[in-house]
């Protein structure tokens, strides 16, 4: 699987980006041990300029490299956080849903319809305005829009796997319906919905960043979004500031997605070479 | 969407079939699809009730705030609003002023909800349409040549291209769009939906919004560039695979004709589809790129009733646009019934 998996280059392109990533936001303590907050040098100090600030100053006078490396930091977290969360919530409804059948399934569904009927990023905003900017609650906001795909893709799944013999065989030698749900069905259908979770993290990274971006982050967290607002002030004079940050973004997204891509890759040749 | 699929032997004739039959079903169609949406509503409109309950204040607040009034009105207005009852009164009193189409009162703007709303509810619907117009007749075509010929050099290139740009949040390709052409080359405006106050009317006015349109339909709209792109292309590589293909071939029809009659019109219906699933996405995202660029949308307006705490305005904004979200995907659905035949006909028979 993993010699199938580095043997396409698109799939080596994301694990090395994503690996600098984790790198990156593991180090940020040891190597930026200030506060990224806090004023490190003069005011807009350009990049290249003093070697103990590489790439300069932002309009506050804090290192941008500093807040690159922390920012990966919460990026990185809140977004497996809440793809993490989504998927969790996702495949448990899905489960209940698909195996329950009936009543209860059609509850759930229409829960379902109606989440994706808001629009997410609105739901998001409505959230945390509701119940205070903090790390925590910016999970739960992004994976309050998140969570219904999985839950669709776990039921569909479920459905189809229920009718399968040794699901009969579970029920015929008296096993709980909740085991069967749990311990014989759920494991069975998480395939597709893992295939998708790099679909759900990157998702989950950019919406974090677009809520960071209008202000709604954590404010005692340097997230890239909140850098890319705070450098649109002196975009005419610095747009370097708001430009940086950004690549950093895209570049943990494009790898998030590739090495999405190199695995469901990998694993539909394996499939087919069985 | 369980009846999509379903159908006899009889729908095969039905493209044959007088046209009062389909407006017939389409009708039938749109019925099935309104009453399917009442209890999504119904939910959308229970969550928007506990959040305003979560949320600090309650209606006649917001109404005291923007209007004014002392105490012993207050009180009078919390009695006959039906706001000074136990949860399940309050919740009873939403859904009843709801169905008179009162949204409440906005703290920020100090006039009913609904008005705001409506109000902003234009601009944004020219965002999105162009931005879905763009995306869609662009991200198509795109998706034809790259899947006309499946792992050539163009196809590749273009698929690690729609990949790339799929990786890159609007808000920030707004920000590079506006480095490139309105401080470096000065060709866009920076904001807004037009010259303020220019005294320009008809064709010089519509030319105007155009210019200040083309940064935030190109930030919003790329991303979904990328997405049809790419589903087109993936749609075409199973349709390529399947017999009428081969069957054209064997009667020697020419490559071009093959691709685009037959490969590309079967791999757009997918896409018709995803025009109704990506409308609550663009719905969301226009509302970093009108807050980028002060476009006096639905968007901005969400972002300004956060920076001012105004959570009945919020909560309205949410319910309009899933009433908004609704009405796209039945006019999706009744498009697709129109394009495709088959669907809706289980429905319109039982």
Same mark, same amino acid.
């Given at each position: 699987?993993?010699?199938? #998996?580095?043997?396409?280059?698109?799939?080596?392109?994301?694990?090395? !980006?994503?690996?600098?990533?984790?790198?990156?936001?593991?180090?940020?303590?040891?190597? #930026?041990?200030?506060?990224?907050?806090?004023?490190?040098?003069?005011?807009?100090?350009?990049? #290249?300029?003093?070697?103990?600030?590489?790439?300069?100053?932002?309009?506050?006078?804090?290192?941008?490299?500093?807040?690159?490396?922390?920012g990966?930091?919460t990026s990185?977290?809140v977004?497996?956080?809440?793809?993490?969360?989504?998927?969790?919530?996702?495949?448990?409804?899905?489960?209940?849903?698909?195996?329950?059948?009936?009543?209860?399934?059609?509850?759930?569904?229409?829960?379902?319809?109606?989440?994706?009927?808001?629009?997410?990023f609105?739901?998001a905003l409505?959230?945390v305005?509701?119940?205070?900017p903090?790390?925590?609650?910016v999970?739960?906001a992004i994976?309050?829009?998140?969570?219904?795909?999985?839950?669709?893709?776990?039921?569909?799944?479920?459905?189809? !796997?229920?009718?399968?013999? +040794?699901?009969?065989?579970?029920?015929?030698?008296?096993?709980?319906?909740?085991?069967?749900?749990?311990?014989?069905?759920?494991?069975?259908?998480?395939?597709?919905?893992?295939?998708?979770?790099?679909? !759900?993290?990157?998702?989950?990274v950019l919406t974090e960043a677009a809520l960071s971006f209008l202000g709604l982050g954590d404010p005692?967290r340097v997230t890239w979004g909140g850098m890319i607002a705070e450098g649109r002030a002196?975009l005419?004079?610095?747009? #370097?500031l708001s430009i940086?940050p950004g !690549?950093a973004l895209v570049?943990?997204?494009?790898?998030? +997605?590739?090495?999405?891509?190199?695995?469901?890759?990998?694993?539909?040749?394996?499939?087919?070479?069985? | 969407?369980?009846?999509?699929?379903?159908?006899?032997?009889?729908?095969?004739?039905?493209?044959?079939?007088?046209?009062?039959?389909?407006?017939?079903?389409?009708?039938?169609?749109?019925?099935?699809?309104?009453?399917?949406?009442?209890?999504?509503?119904?939910?959308?409109?229970?969550?928007?009730?506990?959040?305003?309950?979560?949320?600090?204040?309650?209606?006649?607040?917001?109404?005291?705030?923007?209007?004014?009034?002392?105490?012993?009105?207050?009180?009078?207005?919390?009695?006959?609003?039906?706001?000074?009852?136990?949860?399940?009164?309050?919740?009873?009193?939403?859904?009843?002023?709801?169905?008179?189409?009162?949204?409440?009162?906005?703290?920020?703007?100090?006039?009913?909800?609904?008005?705001?709303?409506?109000?902003?509810?234009?601009?944004?619907?020219?965002?999105?349409?162009?931005?879905?117009?763009?995306?869609?007749?662009?991200?198509?075509?795109?998706?034809?040549?790259?899947?006309?010929?499946?792992?050539?050099?163009?196809?590749?290139?273009?698929?690690?291209?729609?990949?790339?740009?799929?990786?890159v949040p609007g808000f920030w390709l707004g920000l590079v769009?506006v480095?490139?052409?309105?401080?470096?080359?000065?060709?866009?405006?920076?904001?807004?939906?037009?010259?303020?106050?220019?005294?320009?009317?008809?064709?010089?006015?519509?030319?105007?919004?155009?210019?200040?349109?083309?940064?935030?339909?190109?930030s919003?709209?790329?991303?979904?560039?990328?997405?049809?792109?790419?589903?087109?292309?993936?749609?075409?590589?199973?349709?390529?695979?399947?017999?009428?293909?081969?069957?054209?071939?064997?009667?020697?029809?020419?490559?071009?004709?093959?691709?685009?009659?037959?490969?590309?019109?079967?791999?757009?219906?997918?896409?018709?589809?995803?025009?109704?699933?990506?409308?609550?996405?663009?719905?969301g995202g226009s509302v970093v790129i009108e807050s980028l660029f002060?476009?006096?949308?639905?968007g901005r307006?969400a972002q300004?009733?956060v920076g001012?705490?105004?959570?009945?305005?919020?909560?309205?904004?949410?319910?309009?646009?899933?009433?908004?979200?609704?009405?796209?995907?039945?006019?999706?659905?009744?498009?697709?019934?129109?394009?495709?035949?088959?669907?809706?006909?289980?429905?319109?028979?039982?």
């Amino acid at each position: 699987m993993s010699r199938l #998996f580095l043997r396409s280059p698109e799939a080596v392109a994301g694990t090395i !980006i994503l690996a600098l990533l984790v790198a990156m936001a593991l180090a940020a303590p040891w190597l #930026f041990p200030r506060d990224p907050l806090a004023i490190a040098g003069p005011a807009m100090l350009p990049p #290249f300029q003093d070697w103990t600030i590489p790439l300069g100053t932002d309009r506050l006078g804090r290192d941008v490299l500093s807040g690159l490396f922390h920012g990966a930091r919460t990026s990185l977290a809140v977004g497996l956080a809440a793809a993490a969360t989504s998927i969790v919530v996702g495949v448990l409804v899905g489960t209940i849903a698909g195996f329950a059948g009936g009543w209860v399934d059609e509850v759930l569904m229409r829960v379902t319809d109606a989440f994706q009927t808001v629009p997410g990023f609105l739901l998001a905003l409505a959230f945390v305005s509701v119940a205070g900017p903090s790390l925590g609650v910016v999970v739960v906001a992004i994976a309050l829009g998140a969570w219904t795909q999985p839950a669709r893709i776990t039921r569909a799944e479920v459905l189809s !796997i229920r009718e399968r013999d +040794y699901v009969a065989g579970a029920r015929v030698i008296g096993m709980h319906p909740a085991e069967i749900a749990f311990r014989e069905v759920l494991p069975n259908a998480l395939p597709p919905v893992l295939a998708l979770s790099s679909v !759900i993290v990157a998702a989950a990274v950019l919406t974090e960043a677009a809520l960071s971006f209008l202000g709604l982050g954590d404010p005692n967290r340097v997230t890239w979004g909140g850098m890319i607002a705070e450098g649109r002030a002196v975009l005419r004079s610095a747009p #370097f500031l708001s430009i940086v940050p950004g !690549i950093a973004l895209v570049l943990t997204v494009l790898g998030v +997605y590739l090495v999405g891509e190199g695995a469901v890759e990998a694993s539909a040749v394996k499939r087919g070479n069985a | 969407m369980s009846g999509r699929t379903e159908g006899g032997a009889k729908e095969r004739g039905l493209s044959f079939r007088p046209k009062s039959y389909r407006m017939n079903r389409a009708l039938r169609l749109i019925r099935r699809r309104l009453l399917g949406a009442l209890p999504v509503l119904l939910i959308v409109v229970v969550g928007s009730f506990l959040l305003l309950e979560a949320a600090p204040g309650d209606a006649v607040d917001a109404y005291a705030v923007s209007l004014g009034g002392d105490a012993g009105m207050i009180a009078a207005l919390r009695e006959a609003w039906g706001l000074d009852g136990t949860p399940f009164a309050r919740l009873t009193a939403y859904l009843w002023s709801l169905l008179h189409l009162d949204l409440g009162q906005s703290v920020a703007f100090s006039r009913p909800v609904l008005d705001v709303v409506l109000e902003r509810l234009p601009n944004t619907l020219l965002l999105m349409g162009a931005a879905t117009a763009l995306s869609f007749a662009l991200g198509s075509a795109l998706g034809i040549v790259a899947g006309s010929r499946p792992g050539s050099f163009r196809d590749r290139f273009l698929s690690i291209g729609s990949l790339a740009l799929y990786a890159v949040p609007g808000f920030w390709l707004g920000l590079v769009l506006v480095v490139i052409f309105t401080v470096q080359l000065r060709w866009l405006p920076l904001s807004g939906m037009e010259t303020i106050a220019s005294g320009k009317t008809g064709f010089g006015r519509a030319l105007d919004i155009a210019r200040h349109l083309v940064l935030p339909v190109a930030s919003l709209g790329f991303l979904y560039l990328a997405l049809y792109l790419r589903m087109m292309r993936a749609g075409m590589a199973e349709v390529w695979r399947m017999d009428f293909v081969l069957a054209g071939r064997a009667r020697g029809l020419s490559r071009s004709r093959i691709v685009l009659r037959h490969v590309a019109r079967n791999a757009l219906l997918p896409l018709v589809t995803m025009l109704g699933l990506q409308s609550a996405g663009m719905l969301g995202g226009s509302v970093v790129i009108e807050s980028l660029f002060a476009i006096p949308g639905l968007g901005r307006l969400a972002q300004e009733a956060v920076g001012a705490r105004d959570t009945p305005l919020l909560i309205g904004i949410i319910l309009v646009s899933a009433v908004l979200v609704i009405a796209v995907n039945l006019l999706v659905d009744i498009a697709y019934a129109m394009l495709d035949p088959r669907v809706g006909a289980g429905e319109a028979q039982a």
